[in-house]
Antibody, heavy 122, light 110 residues
Framework: QVTLQESGPVLVKPTETLTLTCTVS??????????VTWIRQPPGKALEWLAH???????SYSTSLKSRLTISKDTSKSQVVLTITNMDPVDTATYFC??????????????WGQGTLVTVSS | QTVVTQEPSVSVSPGGTVTLTCGLS?????????PTWYQQTPGQTPRTVIY???TRSSGVPDRFSGSLVGNKAALTITGAQAEDESDYYC??????????FGGGTKLTVL
C-alpha cells in the first residue's frame, strides 16, 4: 500500500525558513517515471502546485515561487524534503505531498498525504 | 505566467447535468496538457476524478466524464447527486515536471 505522510512545524515566524518532510512507504523514490510533488492550499483558497522531484533527482519548481523553494530527497529514509525561505503570513496553508503516477503521456497525483497545516505568524 | 481558468461557482439541480470547464488564459487546452480533475470536499484530501482528459479514476461513478470541448477541458456530471457537491479543481501539465492548478469551481447541487 502506497502512503505519504507530511510532517513539519505547525507554526513559523515571518522571515523564517520552513522545512517540510514527506515520508513515503510502499514505493521507491528512485524507481518509476514520475516521483513526488508538493502542493499547498491556503485556508478557503485554491490548490497551488509548488515543486516536484523525479526518481532521477531532476527537480522542477513553480515559476512564481522558484526563488524560495528547494526540493530534495533522502532515499535512505524514504523522504522528500521541501524548504521554503522567507516565510510570510500569505504562506499560511495546508501543505500536501503526493505521488505522481503515470509516465510519458499521462500523469496524475495519487495518493495524496493527509496534509499538514502551517501557520505563519509572529 | 500561465493561468488556468475555471468557473468560480456552478449550480445544478439533483438529477441534472452540469459541465465544468478548464481553460488557458492564452491558448487551447489539448491532450498534451494531460488535464486532470480533482474533487475536494471541505476538510478532505483531494480525490482524483478524471485524468488524461477522460479516464475515470478507480471507484469514480460513471456519471462523471471528461472531454475536450472547444479549446477547453470539460468535466461533465450526468445525473448529479447531492454527494457531488464539492470543489472541483483542474490541473494542467506544462511539461518538464511543472503543473498549474485552476482556481477551482464550487459546485452546488440544489
Amino acid at each position: 500500500q502506497v502512503t505519504l505522510q507530511e510532517s513539519g512545524p505547525v507554526l513559523v515566524k515571518p522571515t523564517e525558513t520552513l522545512t517540510l518532510t514527506c515520508t513515503v512507504s510502499g514505493f521507491s523514490l528512485t524507481v518509476g517515471r514520475m516521483g513526488v510533488t508538493w502542493i499547498r492550499q491556503p485556508p478557503g483558497k485554491a490548490l497551488e502546485w509548488l515543486a516536484h522531484i523525479f526518481p532521477n533527482d531532476e527537480k522542477s519548481y513553480s515559476t512564481s515561487l522558484k526563488s524560495r523553494l528547494t526540493i530534495s530527497k533522502d532515499t535512505s529514509k524514504s523522504q522528500v524534503v521541501l524548504t521554503i525561505t522567507n516565510m510570510d503570513p500569505v504562506d499560511t496553508a495546508t501543505y500536501f505531498c503526493a505521488r505522481v503516477r503515470g509516465g510519458d503521456f499521462v500523469n496524475w497525483f495519487d495518493p495524496w498525504g493527509q496534509g499538514t497545516l502551517v501557520t505563519v505568524s509572529s | 505566467q500561465t493561468v488556468v481558468t475555471q468557473e468560480p461557482s456552478v449550480s445544478v439541480s439533483p438529477g441534472g447535468t452540469v459541465t465544468l470547464t478548464c481553460g488557458l488564459s492564452s491558448g487551447s487546452v489539448s491532450r498534451n496538457y494531460y488535464p486532470t480533475w480533482y474533487q475536494q470536499t471541505p476538510g478532505q484530501t483531494p480525490r482524483t476524478v478524471i485524468y488524461s482528459i477522460d479516464t475515470r479514476s478507480s471507484g469514480v461513478p460513471d456519471r462523471f466524464s471528461g472531454s475536450l470541448v472547444g479549446n477547453k477541458a470539460a468535466l461533465t456530471i450526468t445525473g448529479a447527486q447531492a454527494e457531488d457537491e464539492s470543489d472541483y479543481y483542474c490541473v494542467l501539465y506544462m511539461g518538464s515536471g511543472i503543473w498549474v492548478f485552476g482556481g477551482g469551481t464550487k459546485l452546488t447541487v440544489l
